[in-house]
């Protein structure tokens, strides 16, 4: 104690001599205490990276660490253990002696010690992991020239996440993503400290999961014949008349995961009951109600046919989730549960029967009698399942945890019931909506959900009992993907949202300033570009919005995400400056035919000029 009082006061009194400004730091998500001074660190050709020995996980770490420096600078560190190095010099050192629960197990420490070297400390090799995120973030552009001497910000960091689950989800059903792909997503992830995977394996348009006992799932069903084009706007649909698919074998599953552990993170994986699932019906007709024949969905929503309920499936599904037992590790397994659509079941006389043994009263019993089932399996071999919050209805299974997306209710009711929830709430976390105007973006499913909204998010909700707070894990923002047709898609979709997200499930929400976010995303848009990835930068762009007002008079709106900017426009069809007129209110949008608009911070014009014509 005495010992951080003494630093922290040294810290302030270098601070508080140095005249030069500090340097801008861009960590995201933002940590939870840290302090920078214009001193710096220097690295050179003489710099190790040092770790504890002996313990393999630091030791690939520190080789990982070693060539991501040797990508900035003309010199890769060389690597060596402790118990190996004599003497410590401008080094980097790893080590997991930091003995401190306040940083529990994903918490770390760095420190530029003595001004000489820089230390990461951590209770395990996790806490290293996070440490390593954030020196990496502090690291400059990767230039042409690569420098003899990497000069940083002299900084102290202490750090871990405010919730323990951090997660992003990928739906591979109804686009195919190839194994590279979902490595690159898996980077991206532990980038911004996330630490689960939601692979959502098994859809209506696709089952993308080598099943060994059952091989027409991927024969036949990871295939379909055509996909709809574009949103379907009446009755005339378009096909593009193309065999479309893919699947990961078990191995490609192996090695996703073990890729994953790496990056310190636990992938879900998700198998759909008892609805989407058209694509396991097509392959074996026998698991519906009516016994098909069903064709592998080709275009988009929510499909009557779903799993029997009689003894059949059952066993067909408890040897499937024993295989994916088999291959994934962790804890949970997610079960889909939503979008159940009950026609069927009523009017299937194996189901009826079913009610009737089990005396379950509705259909939405008889889709709970299923999930506790399922739990009940899952539970024999040590895992727990997650639904989505449809399971609430007709009664939650016993230990179930609930992921609420319909809004935030499910996620109420079952916290107040004492279940863990996962929030993922439409509105905020699914990244499959537009982030800007739709006329400047790429198609997408519909909806609206700006960079800043992600930011704005608040996983507790108020109206929950603080006592229940603790059963809220985390949050997590899900990616559909019938409108992402390609890798650079969901990119685009899911950069910079997620960096938004990961200081919502990370960061201090005291700490959380949206001004503050946005001045560290230049830095990231650099780093996103080194990586040749493509992503969105609609987060500078006006957006339109019009409104019924209370009169139910439609009310024309710009809105803008940028700090401090002022909105000038024009109505005379010349081009906004400085000195036009400022965008105070809301105009009734019948007194506007073609408004142009831009954004202007200290009489400087920030991105384009954007333009509405509102159609009377
Ligand atoms: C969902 O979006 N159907 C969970
Ligand atoms: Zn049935």
Redesign the pocket.
């Known amino acids: 104690m005495f010992k951080k009082a003494v630093f922290l006061f040294l810290i302030f009194l270098v601070m508080a001599c140095e005249k030069r400004e500090k340097p801008q730091v861009s960590i995201i998500p933002r940590p939870e205490k840290y302090w920078v001074s214009s001193n710096t660190i220097n690295f050179d050709r003489k710099t190790r990276i040092i770790y504890e020995d002996p313990n393999p996980a630091l030791r690939l770490m520190a080789d990982d660490l070693a060539l991501q420096i040797g990508k900035h600078a003309a010199f890769t560190p060389e690597v060596v253990a402790l118990s190996q190095a004599k003497s410590i010099g401008n080094d980097i050192t790893l080590t997991i002696n930091l003995a401190d629960s306040a940083y529990g197990n994903e918490g770390y420490k760095m420190e530029h010690n003595g001004m000489k070297f820089l230390s990461i400390q951590a209770n395990n090799a996790k806490g290293i992991f996070y440490g390593i995120q954030s020196f990496l973030q502090l690291l400059p552009s990767v230039g042409v020239e690569k420098p003899d001497e990497i000069v940083l910000p002299s900084i102290y960091i202490e750090d871990k996440p405010r919730f323990s689950y951090r997660g992003m989800h990928l739906d591979v059903g109804r686009h195919f993503f190839p194994v590279s792909f979902v490595k690159q997503y898996i980077d991206l992830m532990a980038m911004y400290k996330f630490n689960t995977l939601h692979w959502h394996l098994t859809e209506d348009q696709g089952w993308r999961i080598e099943i060994k006992k059952y091989p027409k799932l991927t024969e036949v069903g990871a295939w379909r014949d055509k996909t709809i084009v574009g949103h379907q706007v009446n009755e005339n649909k378009v096909f593009d008349n193309l065999r479309y698919g893919g699947f990961y074998t078990q191995e490609e599953i192996r090695e996703v995961v073990d890729y994953a552990a790496l990056k310190q993170i636990t992938i879900i994986p998700e198998i759909e009951m008892p609805g989407h699932s058209l694509a396991a019906l097509a392959a074996y007709p026998e698991m519906g109600c009516s016994g098909g024949p069903y064709q592998v969905a080709g275009e988009w929503g929510v499909f009557d046919d779903v799993y029997c309920t009689k003894e059949q499936t059952f066993t067909f599904l408890e040897d499937i989730l024993t295989e994916v037992i088999g291959l994934f590790p962790g804890t949970y397994i997610h079960i889909g549960g ?2 159940v659509p009950k026609t069927r079941w009523k009017n299937c006389p194996s189901c009826q029967k079913r009610m009737k043994s089990e005396k379950l009263k509705t259909e939405q019993e008889l889709q709970s009698y299923f999930v506790r089932r399922i739990e009940k399996f899952l539970a024999s071999h040590n895992r727990r399942i997650i639904g ?1 919050d449809e399971i609430l209805e007709g009664g939650l299974a016993p230990e179930a945890t609930v992921m609420s ?1 319909r809004g935030i209710t499910g996620g109420i009711d079952a916290a107040q019931m004492g279940h863990d929830v996962i929030m993922t709430p439409g509105d905020v976390c699914y990244f499959d909506h537009y982030q800007g105007d739709s006329d400047h973006e790429p198609l997408a499913i519909g909806g609206l959900t700006k960079v800043s909204e992600v930011y704005a998010y608040e996983p507790v909700p108020e109206e929950l009992s603080p006592n229940r707070f603790k059963y809220i894990l985390g949050a997590q923002a ?1 990616v ?1 993907t019938e409108y992402l047709t390609k890798p650079e898609d969901v990119t685009y979709m899911v950069l910079p949202r997620m960096a938004a997200l990961s200081e919502v499930v990370w960061s201090p929400k005291e700490k959380r300033e949206w001004s503050a976010f946005y001045k560290k995303l230049p830095y990231h848009f650099a780093l996103y570009k080194e990586m040749g990835l493509h992503y969105s930068q609609s987060v500078n762009n006006l957006y339109f919005r019009i409104k019924l007002d209370e009169n139910k008079v439609n009310q024309l709106n710009i809105e803008t995400e940028i700090p401090d900017a002022v909105i000038r426009y024009t109505t005379n069809d010349s081009m906004p400056s400085v000195n036009s007129k400022k965008w105070i209110k809301a105009l009734p949008a019948e007194e506007v035919n073609t408004i142009h608009a831009a954004a202007f911070i200290d009489g400087k014009q920030i991105g384009e000029v954007f333009s509405k014509t509102i159609s009377k």
């Open positions: 939503d979008e989505w997306w899900n559909w």
